[in-house]
């Protein structure tokens, strides 16, 4: 599966963006999908996770009530709306896909399988 990230850039505290990833090489529906950031000086971080039928998402508590994790299997493109934007939320964001069997309350990054190339969210106060 090969995953390309897009949709980060700079948006002031309270702002939103709407990222993507699209996926191409497999079928999309098998795989659970994941959104990972990894903050400047710190370690990668889960952020959500969505079910193949996008049914059942899951999210970090920091995330929770603020970023909304979707899927269009028809198109191969999953999405993180991140509305409410902190200072905090600044990271390189990652998307990833997983076997089915992980389940999407897995947060452990080293079960993904496929990483996209990350997209960067800056933002300012």
């Known amino acids: 599966v090969q995953l390309q990230a897009s949709g980060g850039g700079l948006v002031q505290a309270g702002g939103s963006l709407r990222l993507s990833c699209a996926a191409s090489?497999?079928?999309?529906?098998?795989?659970?999908m994941g959104w990972f950031r990894q903050p400047p000086g710190k370690e990668r971080e889960f952020v959500a996770a969505i079910s193949g039928s996008g049914n059942s998402a899951y999210y970090a508590k920091s995330v929770n009530g603020r970023f909304t994790i979707s899927r269009d299997n028809a198109k191969n493109t999953v999405y993180l709306r991140m509305n409410g934007l902190k200072p905090e939320d600044t990271a390189v964001y990652y998307c990833a896909a997983a076997p089915s069997w992980v389940g999407m309350t897995t947060t452990s990054s080293s079960l993904y399988d496929y990483w996209g190339q990350g997209t960067e969210v800056t933002v300012s106060s």
């Open positions: 090489g497999r079928t999309f529906s098998n795989y659970v």
